[in-house]
């Protein structure tokens, strides 16, 4: 057996063990759930603004924001 052929069988066992069964149901609910995700991010909803506008980035010029023990 080559090498390919070694490896695709270790692949083929691999695919068949990781098979899903979905029942009916499961699979409208996921069908279900990744169009309503999908429909968030259509509608813009959930993304944050940009609050640093104009004043820099926290880790602007790669540092870590001071912690409370390290202020002077």
Do not use: C
């Amino acid at each position: 057996m080559s090498e390919f052929q070694y490896l695709a069988a270790i692949g083929r066992r691999g695919g068949l063990a990781s098979r899903r069964e979905l029942t009916r149901s499961q699979a409208k609910q996921m069908v279900a759930i990744r169009e309503a995700k999908r429909a968030v991010q259509k509608a813009g909803v959930g993304r944050a603004a940009n609050i640093t506008t104009g004043r820099g980035h926290a880790w602007e010029g790669g540092r870590a924001p001071v912690t409370g023990s390290d202020l002077s």
